[in-house]
């Protein structure tokens, strides 16, 4: 058995995505996402996917002409390489990661994303080599099933009028009867019972009152708000004192882990976080500001963790300070959703359904979708990751991407507002 890597594959690709609204703005009518593939020397290859705007792309490159030759095993191997690389530093540099709304973003975090999708092809093709699913490689599944929560947005009906895009028959969700009217859909294609609405987009009463509706209609599940930060502490303890009762938890409602820490104390309302703790050296600040620290739920997301071991790492973290874990979630295709599901399956901790994109998403490069049964994905134990690509569709949308003009290359959701107001700028934070 030669495990040694003889090619590596990048295709870049372009996916439809509704328009669904956040804070920044709204989602373009297509995502820019990059498929990886690594090939063993005996034929055997593994998938990977990770965001596929143009800084990722120039560091999975050189990524990847480094990676020949090393074995598919090497996995602490990935990290030395990554150290390697170049990030272009006018990347970065005082720019706000909108993909995952994740705070401020970092060489290191860039790095990261780009390491998980390769980590993620090459436990794919040992997986594959050795006869064993990714999840066993990982010590083993202590679930048979992942729970996952749905994903609510405010949207439109559509794309602005004369923009090239997809279709979707889900409608506007503007108010909080489209957003009831969205989270039943959810239910009855998906069997979700528990919701996570994404805020931050209209006034607090207005998503304060669609959080009311969705626990009028649906009593006793757990429900979920994320503004992403967009509100002050003021407005952050007003809001999590008026849903204290029907929240599971409050998503960064607020920047910082100062502010963060008060609204935990003050009010009580359990707080979740993928923006103030997206590094393993930001736990310490986290986890110990405060009487009850200021975060009580960590959203892992293993893109930007640096992979699915890491993780784990993550994981086992938040266990020993006795800190919930769950999974963030950012518009991805099915190679990521399979990623997710068996490193969740892993994890003894996690107490809480996952995030996902995935119902969402039209599109995928695989040649049979993941499906959700009563909000679940069952875990493969097929070899690997247990997906296969189609390549007539990876095809179709790398020339989606190849005859892009650059506009959709980057996901810039302000950008994409200011095409139906031109006016639209990025709010400043708190925006409320």
């Known amino acids: 058995m030669n495990l040694a890597i003889a ?108 390491v998980s999708a390769f980590e993620v092809a090459c436990l794919d093709a040992l997986g594959k080599a050795l006869g064993l699913p990714v999840h066993a490689l990982l010590g083993g599944k202590v679930r048979d099933a992942v729970e996952y929560s749905a994903y609510l947005f405010y949207k439109w009906a559509g794309h602005p009028e004369g923009v090239a895009c997809e279709k979707d028959d889900w409608g506007a969700a503007v108010d909080p009867a489209g957003v009831v ?60 004192r008026e849903l204290g009762d029907v929240l599971e938890y409050l998503e960064d409602p607020t920047l910082g882990t100062p502010a963060m820490a008060e609204v935990a104390e003050r009010t009580g309302v359990p707080l979740a ?16 500001t405060g009487a009850v620290g200021a975060v009580q739920v960590v959203l892992s997301d293993h893109h930007y963790w640096g992979g699915l071991r890491n993780t784990q790492q993550l ?61 679940r994905v069952t875990v493969s134990d097929a070899p690997g990751l247990g997906v296969e690509l189609d390549r007539e569709r990876l095809a179709a949308l790398h020339r989606r991407w190849l005859e892009d003009d650059g506009a959709l290359r980057d996901r810039d959701d302000a950008a994409a507002m200011r095409v139906a107001d031109p006016e639209w700028v990025t709010p400043s934070m708190p925006r409320w």
């Not at 994890?347 to 998403?361: I, K, T």
């Open 7 to 114: 090619d590596v594959r990048l295709t870049p690709i372009l996916v439809a995505d509704p328009p669904l609204l956040n804070t920044q703005g709204v989602h373009q009518p297509y995502t820019p996402r990059l498929i990886v593939e690594v090939v063993t020397a005996d034929g055997v290859t593994g998938v990977g996917e990770t965001y596929g705007d143009t800084k990722y792309l120039e560091l999975a490159r050189p990524f990847a002409e480094r990676l020949k030759g090393r074995s598919v095993s090497d996995l602490n191997g990935l990290f030395t390489v990554a150290d390697q690389v170049a990030v272009d530093a006018s990347r970065v540099e005082d720019a706000v990661d909108v993909g995952g709304l994740r705070g401020v973003q970092t060489a290191d975090k860039l790095r990261l994303s780009v």
């Open 273 to 288: 976080t993928n923006m103030c703790v997206t590094t393993f050296a930001e736990i310490k600040e986290a986890f110990t």
């Open 315 to 375: 994981a086992a973290v938040c266990r020993t300070f006795g800190v919930g874990v769950s999974m963030h979630s950012n518009t991805h295709l099915g190679i990521s959703l399979a990623a997710m599901t068996h490193v969740a399956a892993t994890v003894p901790n996690l107490h809480h359904a996952c995030d996902s994109h995935y119902p969402w998403q039209s599109e995928d490069v695989l040649t049979e979708r993941l499906t959700f049964e009563g909000g």
């Open 181 to 240: 009217e969205q989270a039943r859909r959810f239910t009855e294609r998906y069997g979700f019972t528990s919701f996570k609405l994404k805020g931050g987009v209209f006034p607090p009463d207005e998503e304060i009152a669609a959080v009311r509706a969705l626990a009028e209609a649906f009593p006793g599940h757990p429900l979920r708000l994320d503004p992403n930060g967009a509100w002050s502490l003021e407005t952050s303890l007003k809001v999590a």
